[in-house]
């Protein structure tokens, strides 16, 4: 599987990657074996990139991912997870402050973006997956906490990176807008991007695309389906994990029109598209079964008319600054 560079750092990542929030139960409670046998598969199929994070089933995903990378040579793989929450044990009547994860362990995740939670977090995420470094480290979703992130979170980071706990650094987001901020602001490696740059979404052309292309930097894309309107535009679909606008709807069903015109998938259109853009270093794609992720693979390699991206242009159904496959700007 062909593998790039995370921007200037030594870090190669295979351009798919495997995400791990299904495998930590995401709306839906997912078997070991199951978890076992997606990732197997992954592997199988030649991915060597795995994303994940406290977050995801409150530990159970870095666990699950852990049971399976300490089998293989640790060069032969690049991981990456996160720091920003730290997991703390359920007592009593301590409610979670979200319901998305099913069947996972009795833990609670806290915001916490402080340089010694930070050292705190990749310790416990060490422990949980049973390794002794990670590839890529993320700080996840500091919506609410930028200055915490900036001046806390990051002098963390760039030590782990100097003393070669983590090879690359970067932060993992579903804006643009505060990425593009910390890009302007700091030396990250890259960032992880959800649902921001897709068939429906182009903003990250405004701000982020272009301070990381004069920056050096790389963005690694998750989301590419929107979280499912991009998959299977029927009515009711999600975008962002909400039902979807009539707009948006109405947007995605017309792709998934000229898709068929063309012969092709709207699954396959919407992940290449996301690779096409030069500073995009890879994607993750969820999974939560064998089956999941070996169709996301062969989706990335159906071959694609020339003539749907042309036609995407001429229609104007994505932003004209769009790079798109064998097509000229």
Same mark, same amino acid.
């Given at each position: 599987?062909p593998? +790039?560079?995370?921007? %200037?750092?030594?870090?190669?990542?295979t351009?798919?990657?495997?995400?791990?929030?299904?495998? &930590? !139960?995401?709306?839906?409670?997912?078997?070991d074996?199951?978890?076992?046998a997606?990732i197997?598969?992954?592997?199988?199929?030649?991915i $060597?990139?795995?994303?994940?994070?406290?977050l995801?089933?409150?530990?159970l995903?870095e #666990? =699950?991912? &852990?049971r399976f990378?300490?089998?293989k040579?640790r060069?032969?793989?690049?991981l990456?997870?996160k720091v920003?929450?730290?997991l %703390? *044990?359920?007592?009593?009547?301590?409610? =979670?402050?979200? =319901?998305l994860?099913?069947g996972?362990?009795p833990? %609670?995740a806290v915001?916490d973006?402080s340089?010694?939670?930070?050292?705190?977090s990749?310790e416990?995420s060490?422990? %949980?997956?049973?390794l002794d470094?990670?590839?890529?480290?993320?700080i996840?979703?500091?919506?609410?906490h930028?200055?915490?992130? @900036?001046?806390?979170?990051f002098?963390?980071?760039?030590r782990l990176?100097r003393e070669k706990?983590?090879?690359a650094?970067g932060?993992?987001?579903? /804006?643009?807008?505060?990425?593009a901020?910390?890009?302007?602001a700091?030396?990250?490696?890259g960032f992880?991007?959800?649902?921001?740059?897709?068939?429906?979404? /182009?903003?990250a @052309? /405004?701000?982020?695309?272009p301070?990381?292309?004069?920056r050096?930097m790389?963005i690694?894309?998750?989301?590419?389906?929107n979280?499912?309107?991009?998959?299977?535009?029927r009515? !009711?679909?999600?975008?962002d994990?909400?039902e979807?606008?009539?707009d948006?709807?109405? $947007?995605? #069903?017309?792709?998934?029109v000229?898709? *068929?015109?063309? &012969?092709?998938?709207?699954?396959?259109?919407a992940i #290449?598209?996301a690779?096409?853009?030069?500073?995009?270093?890879? +994607?993750?794609? &969820?999974?939560r079964?064998?089956?999941?992720?070996?169709?996301?693979?062969?989706?990335?390699? #159906?071959?694609?008319p020339? !003539?749907?991206w042309?036609a995407?242009?001429? /229609?104007?159904?994505?932003?004209p $600054?769009?790079?798109l496959?064998g097509?000229n +700007?």
């Open positions: 599987m593998c +790039a560079r995370l921007g %200037r750092s030594a870090v190669e990542i351009r798919l990657g495997l995400g791990s929030a299904p495998l &930590g !139960g995401l709306f839906e409670p997912v078997s074996a199951d978890a076992e997606t197997e598969r992954a592997w199988a199929l030649g $060597r990139y795995f994303d994940t994070a406290p995801y089933g409150y530990g995903a #666990q =699950r991912l &852990g990378l300490r089998t040579p060069d032969s793989f690049v990456s997870t920003g929450r730290l %703390r *044990r359920i007592r009593g009547d301590d409610p =979670r402050p979200d =319901r994860y099913k996972t362990p833990e %609670r915001f973006f340089h010694d939670a930070v050292l705190r990749v416990e060490l422990e %949980r997956l049973d470094r990670v590839d890529i480290l993320y996840h979703d500091p919506d609410e930028y200055e915490a992130a @900036l001046k806390g979170a002098p963390a980071l760039e990176r706990v983590v090879g650094i932060a993992g987001m579903n /804006q643009h807008e505060m990425l901020r910390f890009a302007a700091a030396p990250f490696d992880l991007l959800a649902g921001r740059y897709t068939l429906l979404d /182009q903003g @052309l /405004q701000d982020l695309f301070v990381c292309a004069e050096g790389g690694v894309l998750g989301g590419v389906y979280s499912g309107i991009l998959a299977d535009p009515a !009711g679909a999600t975008f994990y909400r979807a606008s009539a948006l709807l109405a $947007r995605a #069903q017309r792709l998934k000229l898709c *068929r015109e063309h &012969g092709i998938e709207l699954k396959a259109a #290449q598209f690779l096409a853009h030069s500073v995009v270093t890879g +994607a993750v794609l &969820g999974a079964a064998p089956a999941e992720i070996e169709e996301s693979v062969t989706l990335a390699a #159906q071959p694609i020339v !003539g749907f042309h995407l242009r001429r /229609q104007s159904l994505v932003d $600054r769009t790079p496959p097509v +700007a």
